[in-house]
């Protein structure tokens, strides 16, 4: 929804101030505003309005001498505001004006009621609560410089320049001066010991469609990505019916490096079930290429997956954000409850199982959260996630583990899942789209993506180079040619070693081949309909 930059202390040149918002100015193309406050610190909102389009202006004003900015969506603000907010006077339809009156309302201790994806900072006059959205779908930063002046930003280009050390804020917390960080969420999954509730394939079904359902909220034009793997294609089918309900027709769109790709393949079958309105984006492999160093820039990491999937994904966002759609739906989080990632099935033991599955959700905001959210809104789009939805996680993690396993339905991932939505009456799906192998973004744009891609940075970087690696970069030294050129890239626009340690390496667990690509897994089967595994039906 936006990108939001807070300086905190006094002396800093507003100015200044503003200049390093406008670097997040992609987040917010709609609108840019920043407040001096009484204290000398300094707020900036670059704004990419989603529900309130005429008067939600960054930053906002609570009561009295409260000021907030935000980035994301609380899908509950019309149920706060007609309950426990509404003896508060509003000045905005905006969303976001409810984290302002709940801090005035109840101090620090208020993010628990919200349910959205959020980040956030309120500051009244010496005092000042920033907060995270519990998964960490939305980004946050934070900084000290060497005044001891505290920032906070959405993105890390913001304040890398202007902080002797920052770090990565972490989700499911708030910070304040007198409290330090606060860890507020505290789900029941978390004992890593608590998968005891009993497989409800109906329950599941409902709470994915009620996550979704609420994810529709806003005045703007809405889409979905749908690659035609199982956990896109299920929520381009729910929102889809919901579309339909109100009479509108849902635009999807597909990515590959050419129709045959399978990805693009697998999208068409599923979108011409759906009656959607599809769009099929192609792109080459040279085209993938001369955009990695932006890419980079703007997704922030050097995580080899994260770089693989960010290009195709930055392509496929500026195409939808050109055809006018300002909101998408995506499949993020369904393979990290459910098992789904290929290298699970070789999970050693139950335990093992559910400890790695809470353990990449929890991790989410490294990786795949990260990519999607900064590719996006790149390009002024926002991104939204109904598998994490954490009434969702509740129904969901907590299943018997040996529901979850794919050996328990003869190698089949997300068996469960699929289940839940194998309907013979009114089907969501096709079934040889509901039952397709579990296919990573970057692989099913086309296998030719990635082999080609590994080929590009071989010729990039000298043997020389790679054997000076763990001298050049200490920490998480790259150890492949790929991820050499990626690292330098990187450096090259965040050079701090605080930028360097944001960064979290993705690799698959239980398999000899570490490299993150799902074919790395003897598993994989090769992307066609013909190859899918027989399903288990009983």
Known sequence: MSGLLAVIGKGKDPKLVKELSERMSHRGPDESDFRIMENGGVLCHESLSIIDLNLGKQPIQGTNNAWMIHDGEIYNYQELKDTILKDHNFRTESDSEVIVHLYEEFGYDFCNKLDGDFAFVVVD??????????????????????????????????????????????????????TGFVKYYHPEYEDHKNATQALDLPLIRQSLINATSKRLLGNVPLGVVLSGGLDTSLISSITSRLLKEKGQKLHSFSIGLDADAPDNTAARKAAAFLGTEHHEIHFSVEEGVQILEKVIYHIETYDIISVRSGVPMYLLSK????????????????????????????????????????????????????????????????????????????????????????????????????????????????????????????????????????????????????????????????????????????????????????????????????????????????????????????
């Open 125 to 178: 006059g010496d005092k000042y609560i920033a907060g995270r959205d519990p998964i960490g779908v939305k980004p946050l930063y934070y900084g000290l410089d060497e005044r001891g002046r505290i920032y906070f930003s959405s993105e890390m280009k913001s304040i890398a320049d202007q902080c002797k050390s920052f770090s990565t804020f972490p989700p499911g917390h708030y910070y304040t001066a007198k």
């Open 319 to 538: 195409a939808i954000a050109d055809a006018g759609i300002k909101v998408i739906l995506s499949g993020e989080g369904a393979d990290e409850i459910f098992g789904g990632h290929l290298y699970f099935r070789n999970a050693p033991s139950e335990e093992e199982f559910q400890d790695e599955s809470i353990e990449r959700v929890q991790k989410l905001f490294t990786a795949d959260l990260l990519r999607a959210d900064k590719t996006t809104m790149a390009h002024g789009l926002e991104v939204r996630f109904p598998f994490l939805d954490t009434d969702f996680l509740d129904t969901t993690i907590r299943i018997k583990t040996e529901e979850k396993q794919p050996k328990t339905y003869d190698g089949v991932e997300k068996y469960i899942l699929r289940k839940a939505f194998d309907t013979t009456e009114d089907p969501y799906l096709p079934q040889e789209v509901l039952w397709r192998q579990k296919e990573q973004f970057s692989d099913g744009v086309g296998y030719k993506w990635v082999d080609e891609l590994i080929e590009y940075c071989a010729a990039q970087v000298t043997d020389e180079q790679l054997a000076g690696a763990a001298a050049e970069f200490p920490y998480l030294s790259p150890t492949t040619k790929e991820a050499y050129l990626y690292r330098s890239i990187f450096h090259k626009f965040y050079p701090q070693i605080s930028a360097a340690q944001t960064v979290r390496k993705w690799i698959p667990k239980w398999q000899e081949n570490l490299d993150p690509s799902g074919r790395a897994n003897a598993a994989h089967l090769k992307g066609n309909f013909e190859s899918v595994k027989a399903v288990v039906t009983a």
